[in-house]
């Protein structure tokens, strides 16, 4: 069951315009709908806010706020709230990653706190990351795992 839905993120994946990596997300409910869906994109798909050539010569911003997009999970959390605010509650949101060619590629381990805070702010219980297969994580857990990260 999970195998579909990472694919729609991956499908997601495709309209990603970061310069940096080619993210979707999907956000499904206990009932097994999709609520939201995003895919990481300067804001608003604002060309005129991309930074992405910006060198940063600071320790001081972690690797997941260097970049100018917004982040596929933000859009999708962003798009269930918006649509769908009741089904947010207990939902499961996927993670994706793709290659040049549209394979899927490793999600790596959790490093983003405020992926993983959002989520676990907004209501979602589960957080789907593809390495090598489906690997399905508590959202509480993955917060801790995100912070963990960086120790």
Known sequence: MHEKYFEEAATVAKHATCYRARCGSVIVSKKNVIIGRGFNAPPLGDETQRTC???YHTDKKPKSDKTCCV???WNAIIDALKNYPEEIEGSTL???RIAGDNSFTEAG???CT???RLALQ???EWFGLWNGGPQMIDTKKYNRLSYDFYR
């Open 114 to 116: 405020v992926c993983s």
């Open 122 to 124: 907004s209501g979602i």
């Open 94 to 96: 996927y993670f994706m």
């Open 71 to 73: 982040h596929a999970e």
């Open 53 to 55: 050539d910006v060198e």
């Open 109 to 111: 381990d959790p490093y």
